[in-house]
Every structure is written in C-alpha cells, then in structure tokens.
C-alpha cells in the first residue's frame, strides 16, 4: 500500500482531473473513488475489519454549501441522465442480477491534505439508499480485488490487511519514520508494512506495528519478522 501526493495521483491515472471524487468508468477498464475515514470527512466513508469498504455517495452539484446536506442525493441530473451515484448504483444492481462482471474500482483513500494511499483495486457488489435521519444517500460496498492490482505480488505479503490500517495510524507512521524506508532511507514507492505480519497477529491498530518500507524492502521481507 503506497503512500502519495495528490499530484503524483493524478499522475498515476495519466492527468486526469479527479477531484470530484466519484469517477464512474473514467479509465474505460476501472472507475475512481476518492474516499477518507477522518472526521472531518464530508461523507460518511468506511472500511470494515473484512477489507469491505462502504462508501458513501455524493451530494447534488450547483446548490448552497448549507443545502446540500438537507436534500435527498440524485440519482439523475436535470436532463434525465445518471449522476455518478446513479451509474455506480446501476453497476452493482446489474452485478447482482448476474447481468455484468463486478465494475473494477481504483480507490485512493486520503489520510491528510496531500497525502493519499493507492489502496488498489476492487469490486463493487452492492449499492442500497438508506435514510440518515434528514435525507436520502447512497451507500456502495466494495470487495478488495487482489488479482487486479497488476503486479506481481508474493503470496505470503498480507495486502490485504494492510489496507484496514486507521488513517490516523498511518499519519504517525510517516511521521515517526520521516517519510521514507526504515531500512535504506528511500522516500521513493514507500508502503506500508507490518512488523509482525497480520497473519502471525500483528496488528493493524498500532503504529508499533507498522513501519514504512520501500518496495524492494517490502517484496523481500515477505512474512518474516524485521525490526
């Protein structure tokens, strides 16, 4: 799990403005979805002990800051067409009646201003409308997909809990270790890494677990123990 800048993000995806956050079939093969866990998040994002993420959908563009969270999110814009909650929304649906493989997502979860996490690929299997006690919103589950991250990974690498490691854990982990790998200094391709690994029951919920590692540091280690 990698740790960028908004600018090296948009890089990644070949420059394509994505602020807005939910990006339904933007990159033909996969969408893009923003997300963050913080508090101070507009919307209610999380992400489960199970490696699901629920994400949750966005507000109507074009109206008061203040209003926009009194009034139902759209599933259609002015014209008839489909918001981005009302594509996503339709994509799971069609998944579910077994009319269309899962849509493959990018996600990019973001734990301080400037720094975001490549949380790689996954699956949308499930879109619902649930009532907030003001108004209506659209909630997406999102399986992680490992077979989509696209390189060659060994199997014994525990990504997938990695992906469960809290924002704020995250941010005192870069700090404490300066922004680069423990090992060699790099500040470049850094990731995440479990000191124990999950599955020998390490931790996720403690920055004494986890330490930043570059990549070629990460992919040698495996599931040893590294201090």
Request: charge should be positive; include cysteine; hydrophobic fraction near 30%.
């Amino acid at each position: 799990m990698k740790l960028i800048s908004y600018f090296s993000l948009v890089t990644n995806e070949g420059g394509i403005n994505l602020q807005r956050g939910m990006n339904f079939g933007i990159k033909g093969s996969y969408s893009i979805l923003l997300m963050s866990v913080e508090s101070n998040s507009p919307y209610a994002d999380e992400m489960f002990d199970d490696g699901v993420i629920e994400y949750e959908g966005h507000d109507q563009e074009r109206i008061p800051k203040k209003e926009k969270k009194l009034v139902d999110q759209p599933m259609h814009n002015k014209s008839g067409s489909l918001t981005q909650n009302g594509k996503f929304f339709e994509a799971a649906w069609e998944y579910k009646d077994n009319k269309r493989e899962p849509a493959k997502v990018k996600i990019y979860r973001k734990i301080k201003k400037g720094q975001w996490v490549d949380m790689g690929f996954y699956n949308l299997v499930d879109s619902f409308i649930v009532h907030d006690g003001t108004r209506n919103v659209f909630k997406f589950h999102l399986q992680p997909n490992n077979d989509g991250l696209g390189i060659d990974i060994p199997k014994n690498i525990d990504l997938l809990h990695n992906r469960n490691i809290p924002g704020s854990v995250m941010v005192e982990v870069y700090n404490r270790d300066k922004g680069k790998c423990v090992i060699c200094g790099a500040k470049d391709n850094i990731h995440y890494d479990h000191k124990i690994p999950y599955s020998k029951g390490g931790s996720s919920k403690t920055s004494k677990n986890i330490q930043l590692l570059c990549a070629k540091h990460n992919l040698s280690k495996g599931n040893k123990f590294l201090y």
